[in-house]
């Protein structure tokens, strides 16, 4: 299923802050932070992309349920997405 941009826009702009969350840690690692702050950092960003994930997921619902998706077939392939974030 295709989600129009401006549905997911909120998932991008998550996702692209979770990027950058990434190259701080990156940048951690290689400039000899402490193991301990470098893993918090890593753990932030490891549930950001987890909830940019489910965002995506519940938008899926969304707008199954506004443009007359048959439930039961746009239910099945989000569900199987959703289990395979959890």
Not at 34 to 56: H, P
Request: with cysteine; glycine share 10%.
């Amino acid at each position: 299923m295709r989600l129009p941009n401006d549905e997911v826009a909120p998932v991008i702009t998550r996702f692209k802050r979770a990027q950058g969350h990434l190259g701080k840690v990156i940048a951690m690692m290689e400039s000899g932070a402490d193991c301990e702050d470098v893993l918090t950092q890593l753990a932030a960003v490891n549930k950001a992309i987890s909830r940019g994930g489910y965002a995506l997921v519940a938008t899926g619902l969304e707008h199954c349920q506004t443009t007359g998706v048959p439930p039961e077939e746009g239910r099945q392939k989000l569900e199987k997405l959703f289990l395979a974030l959890a």
